[in-house]
Each structure stands twice: as C-alpha cells, then as structure tokens.
C-alpha cells in the first residue's frame, strides 16, 4: 500500500524558516490533491494547508495564513511545505495527506484522506 513520506523537520528557532517535504512511497495513480496537517503534544491533530493536483489552488488554515507556504513539483511527485517565521505554538509533529480530489470546503476534514504519512516532528524554541 502506498504511503507518503514526510522529511525536513527538525529544531529550529523562533523566526527562522523550514522547509518540509512529502513523497508517496510508491506511485499513486491519477491526480491527487495533498494536504498538511499537524498534531501537537495534548491536542487534536489540526489542518495547516492543502494544493490541488495542478498548484493552482492553495487553502491555508488561519494560524499560518502569509507565513507558510504550500507548493508542489510534480515531476519530482513532492509537496512542499515552506514555513516562514516560525513561532514555538508552530511546534508540532507534521503530516501530509493526499485524496483523490481538491475540494476546500472540506479540506480540514482527515476523514477525506485516505493516504498519510507518519509525520515528521517540528520544535521550535523561543
């Protein structure tokens, strides 16, 4: 079965920038929308971000909306996930998802997603 792979996390300093990363482990047939989402000690995992198949469509959650920045280069099958001044409540373990379809409306909804990664821990200290 196929999964996606997330990398990039790490420590980091409040301010300062990461770039993550999510491959699928194997190949994926057809177009696929992804999405970023992550899960902080004590609370629900959360949406950050989403991008249909294409890049043209990008949907951000408010808390990260003009500092974080969700792209994607298929040729090299990754989804990227810039994230610009960081703060320490950005703190969190992130995942990428994918679905078949793009849809905004309900791009927060984890039950929507059939394929996931298992995360990759992002600390920021202030």
């Known amino acids: 079965q196929v999964q996606l792979v997330e990398s990039g996390g790490g420590l980091v300093q409040a301010g300062d920038s990461l770039e993550l990363s999510c491959v699928p482990s194997g190949r994926i047939v057809g177009a696929y929308a992804v999405s970023w989402f992550r899960q902080a000690p004590g609370k629900e995992r959360e949406f950050v971000a989403a991008i249909d198949y294409s890049g043209a469509m990008t949907y951000y959650a408010d808390s990260v909306e003009g500092r974080f920045t969700i792209s994607r280069d298929n040729a090299k099958k990754t989804v990227y996930l810039q994230m610009n001044s960081l703060k320490p409540e950005d703190a969190a373990v992130y995942y990428c998802?994918?679905?078949?379809?793009?849809?905004?409306?309900?791009?927060?909804?984890?039950?929507?997603?059939?394929?996931w990664g298992q995360g990759t821990q992002v600390t920021v200290s202030s």
């Open positions: 998802a994918s679905r078949p379809t793009y849809y905004r409306k309900t791009s927060g909804d984890q039950r929507t997603y059939s394929t």
